[in-house]
């Protein structure tokens, strides 16, 4: 399918229109700032002509700004987020030297750079053939799909993937008026490399149209042969595919039949491949105008069949019921193919929902049927494109509400799969790890939603336990439940699996602003609380974190956007004076809870003994401060402790600023309370819990209240940073009859 560019809105100074163009981006997938977007543009442009004024080679038809603005385009038609879109814009740009990436990530943050530096990662095929053509294509098919499992191996983020196949549609575009020599360089790595891409990731027009151009550039006589015998133009074909689609909705609704309907007209590189592989004339290719019917169910498929055969005359020996007889590979479906209107022949499948998914996602890979791949060595080649693919499916399910999860959705390319059964009996696939949380979002979002308990093998269990292969998992809901914010956190183990998160922070996304703000306070609260960490004013948070005011931070962490780790590191950074003196290094010994060399930095002296107060016992992240004692060094306390606070009323002008060193090497001392309803076992499980996070307890003391089945036991650990202990904390939380978990000292 070869598409035709729509030109870009000119000004009345000749050049690109960028309001106008803008304005129809905006129209095409909904852009946040709109003001970044245009500040892109200009920048593009402004690098572009310092460039030609530098009497850099160009031509207009190779325009870095141009080329920005269509890759763009063809992105904003997939409807993926703005940082991809300024990120395209800005690619050319980079690629050719006219902006670094230093120059991306200030004007518009990390992201963009990231997805920046990707693509051009990515750009090792091009510079590869520019240099040596032989290096790269012209070898062996094996060969050539070592470079694309290669171009996979470095993509981890699935925008990058996208960005790049945006950049090469534009390069074969623009080679129409090229030399042959690298008409046939560029169309050569495009239906070698990028075309398959675009298959593996299901982008069909992407890849319908790559090889299309790539195919009449390679072959050009063929390409002529197949266009001329193509009946009329491609906007006639078109309008015949829909009236097809018009007959076929009336005739199944008339029959109560729901159906998702998609027509195309097939492309000519296809059409020439049949008829090479069935070697048979362009008569014979019954599939010129193809149609795929998705059904609610399997009864579906076959009554949709009989009210396609009642409709218009099958062709015989043209159908195929690959769903009594399903394929070596498992693909299943029902092929036919029909005499329709104006007497065209026209190819009809019909296939349910979760058969299409398999054949698009599942272990049959129906991609690997239709390139004939089945190599045992390509299994993590196939998970990696796989998540890719679920991605696409995750980006037009979510929108934009993806960013933030590349990290997670790595990890579910790695790990294996369990297998675990519905009541009824149906065998579903999960990764290793997940919880009946995530099954329950896996069953259905509202089930997720909605979900306020578990039974496992009859036996009710906690959400965060771990699946096993062959556990039959029943989810208990209720009507008007909805999510828990503590089920994004990572620590309490609520889920494992990206997607069942993405739709929790999504659900989040949705609710009330102030309902958001009221949450995401009382998240941060706690865990100030829980680590001791002493009231820090909002607005100097928001700040640290690139928020514009308190509440967008609050709101932030309310919709799961923001987890409340990067909050507890911004306190820290904000009691923490250390950036305004100058450092000198102490010591620290472990033994005697001195400071080891590189912990800790003092203003003004050089090096002292050091100690670490048994009153307050700070650990690195607290905001800290030095006394001067008569003969043992300095002693090190936190800011807020309340035997420091009254020394200092007393004894102002012995007190000094220290700092913690940028890389702690020490464990510190500190003690943690749990109050919990007294029952056997509970000293156990607790202690098991610090064994697990391996974490080692120098001391303990318990104190149980017979009257009131209360019990408070203090535990000292040593630990090396606030990150661990909250870890710590979260996991003693989640034992039965636990009331708190938090951090201890005294007066706190």
């Given at each position: ?205 992407i ?52 159906a ?20 048979i ?46 394929k ?10 029909v ?9 009809i ?8 998914e ?8 129906h991609?690997?049927?239709?390139e ?17 693919r ?18 997670e ?25 997940a ?19 578990a ?42 699996s ?14 009330n ?21 002493p ?22 962490v ?74 043992r ?21 012995r ?94």
């Amino acid at each position: 399918m070869v598409k035709v560019r729509e030109d870009h809105p000119i000004s009345e100074d000749g050049g690109v229109d960028i309001q106008q163009w803008i304005e129809r981006l905006n129209k095409m997938v909904p852009l946040n700032d709109v003001d970044q977007v245009r500040r892109a543009c200009e920048m593009s442009r402004e690098a572009e002509e310092k460039a030609i004024a530098a009497e850099h080679i160009w031509s207009p038809n190779t325009s870095s700004f141009r080329s920005g603005l269509e890759m763009a385009e063809i992105l904003a038609e997939l409807r993926l987020d703005q940082d991809t879109l300024v990120a395209a814009i800005m690619y050319r740009a980079v690629r050719e030297d006219q902006l670094t990436l230093d120059d991306i990530r200030n004007a518009f943050g990390e992201t963009v750079a990231k997805l920046v530096k990707g693509v051009v990662r990515m750009a090792i095929i091009s510079s590869l053939q520019f240099k040596d053509r032989r290096a790269v294509l012209g070898q062996t098919q094996r060969q050539v799909e070592k470079f694309r499992k290669m171009l996979i191996a470095i993509v981890d983020d699935v925008r990058v993937a996208l960005i790049k196949l945006a950049e090469r549609t534009c390069a074969i575009r623009a080679v129409k008026n090229a030399p042959d020599e690298k008409k046939l360089r560029v169309a050569r790595e495009v239906f070698d490399v990028y075309a398959p891409l675009a298959h593996r990731l299901g982008i069909g027009h992407i890849k319908w149209e790559l090889e299309d151009l790539s195919f009449r550039y390679l072959e050009p006589d063929d390409y002529k042969k197949i266009a001329k015998l193509l009946d009329g133009r491609r906007v006639d074909r078109d309008n015949y595919i829909g009236k097809v689609l018009d007959a076929l909705q009336g005739a199944l609704k008339k029959d109560n039949i729901n159906a998702d309907i998609s027509g195309r007209a097939k492309h000519i590189y296809s059409i020439w491949r049949k008829m090479r592989r069935k070697n048979i004339p362009f008569d014979k290719v019954y599939d010129v105008r193809a149609f795929r019917l998705l059904v609610d169910d399997l009864k579906d498929c076959y009554a949709a069949l009989g009210i396609v055969h009642s409709l218009w005359r099958h062709i015989p020996h043209e159908f195929d019921d690959y769903i009594t007889n399903p394929k070596e590979n498992g693909y299943r479906s029902l092929h036919t193919a029909v005499i329709g209107p104006d007497a065209k022949v026209i190819e009809i499948q019909i296939r349910t929902e979760d058969m299409h998914e398999e054949a698009e996602l599942g272990v049959c890979a129906h991609w690997r049927y239709k390139e004939g791949k089945a190599d045992s060595d390509v299994r993590s080649y196939e998970e990696k494109i796989a998540w890719l693919r679920q991605v696409l499916e995750w980006q037009e399910e979510l929108g934009n509400d993806l960013e933030g999860f590349a990290d997670e959705l790595r990890s579910d390319v790695v790990q294996d799969k369990i297998y675990v059964l519905t009541p009824d009996g149906h065998v579903v696939d999960m990764t290793d790890g997940a919880t009946p949380l995530d099954f329950a979002y896996h069953i259905h979002t509202e089930v997720g939603h909605r979900c306020r308990g578990a039974k496992v093998n009859g036996r009710i269990v906690p959400l965060t336990y771990k699946l096993q292969t062959g556990d039959q998992v029943e989810i208990l809901t209720r009507q008007n439940s909805s999510p828990s914010r503590d089920w994004l956190m990572v620590d309490l183990g609520y889920v494992q699996s990206s997607r069942a998160r993405a739709k929790i922070a999504h659900w989040f996304k949705q609710q009330n602003r102030e309902q958001n703000i009221s949450g995401g306070k009382s998240l941060v609260e706690r865990e100030f609380k829980r680590l001791g960490i002493p009231r820090v004013e909002y607005d100097e948070l928001a700040e640290q974190l690139n928020f514009k005011q308190a509440e967008d931070m609050l709101a932030a962490v309310g919709a799961g956007d923001l987890k409340t780790a990067p909050v507890v590191n911004a306190a820290q950074r904000v009691l923490d004076k250390d950036d305004r003196v100058d450092q000198l290094t102490l010591s620290l010994s472990k033994s005697d809870d001195k400071a080891r060399e590189g912990d800790i930095s003092i203003r003004g002296v050089g090096n002292l003994l050091t100690q670490i107060a048994g009153c307050c016992q700070p650990v690195p992240g607290d905001a800290i401060i030095g006394y001067i004692t008569q003969g043992r060094g300095v002693t090190i306390h936190r800011e807020d402790c309340a035997t420091a606070l009254q020394l200092q009323e007393m004894e102002a002008e012995r007190f000094i600023e220290v700092a913690w060193g940028k890389q702690p090497a020490s464990v510190y001392p500190v003690d943690i309370l749990v109050s919990a309803f007294d029952r056997q076992g509970l000293l156990r499980d607790i202690t098991f819990v610090l064994a697990n996070q391996r974490v080692n307890v120098i001391g303990m003391n318990t104190n149980s209240d017979l009257q009131n089945n209360m019990a408070k036991l203090v535990f000292t650990l040593e630990t090396d940073s606030l990150e661990t202990l909250g870890g710590v904390l979260a996991k003693i939380n989640q034992l039965p009859n636990v009331i708190e978990a938090r951090r201890y000292y005294p007066g706190g």
